[in-house]
């Protein structure tokens, strides 16, 4: 480990995106036949042994949603979208962005056309959005954006009674958590393999991308 000085405690973090939520199944192929099938969500990779399947399917460029296959798990109870909960608890729902209302208005043609429940379009203020469930019951919204409302541009807190950090604004506040004593070089950066090295291997055997 190498000590670094202050102008370089707080390095910036590059996020992307959501590279995937991991969901779980008691029933793989049913799950397939409704994220790829059903929704048209390719299924990129696909992990699995005796015991457990992992597969992933590509939302867009950048985020996927993946399901591990556990042979004793069951569907949890059906829960409507943000109905408040008691208890420990820790997933509401899932919402997967759509490009324009077009979107949203063809995919809920299609709920309607395959008998599955959807519901009306609904109008947030800054974005428009359907809900739904997949067949594990969790809770799905689609969501489009309105054009003329970007929070990501210009947030904004429209909570009467915010708390009292979020009221400190929308931005990251430096100096609240400790900073970065020391950076691990590069002799000390060691990457463990997982069962996903597979596809690296099968890379370096000539059976990956160019």
Request: aromatic share 12%; net charge negative; glycine share 8%.
């Amino acid at each position: 480990m190498i000590p670094v000085g202050t102008e370089k405690m707080a390095k910036a973090i590059h996020y992307t995106g959501v590279h995937h939520l991991a969901m779980v199944t008691g029933n793989m192929d049913r799950t397939v036949r409704f994220w790829r099938d059903f929704l048209g969500m390719r299924l990129v990779a696909g992990l699995g042994s005796g015991t457990y399947r992992h597969y992933f399917f590509e939302i867009s460029k950048y985020d996927m949603i993946a399901f591990f296959e556990w042979p004793d798990v069951a569907s949890i109870p059906e829960k409507d979208h943000g109905v408040p909960v008691k208890g420990p608890f820790a997933f509401d729902h899932v919402s997967i962005a759509v490009a324009s209302d077009e979107d949203l208005w063809n995919l809920k043609d299609r709920f309607e056309a395959a008998r599955i429940w959807v519901s009306e379009v609904i109008d947030h203020g800054f974005i428009h959005s359907i809900y739904a469930f997949d067949p594990n019951n969790i809770p799905i919204e689609f969501s489009a954006p309105v054009a003329r409302i970007d929070v990501r541009k210009r947030p904004r807190m429209l909570d009467r009674r915010p708390s009292k950090t979020a009221a400190e604004g929308s931005e990251p506040i430096k100096g609240r958590w400790p900073t970065t004593e020391t950076t691990t070089d590069g002799g000390d950066r060691a990457v463990y393999p997982g069962e996903g090295k597979i596809f690296d291997e099968m890379h370096k055997q000539g059976d990956g991308d160019a």
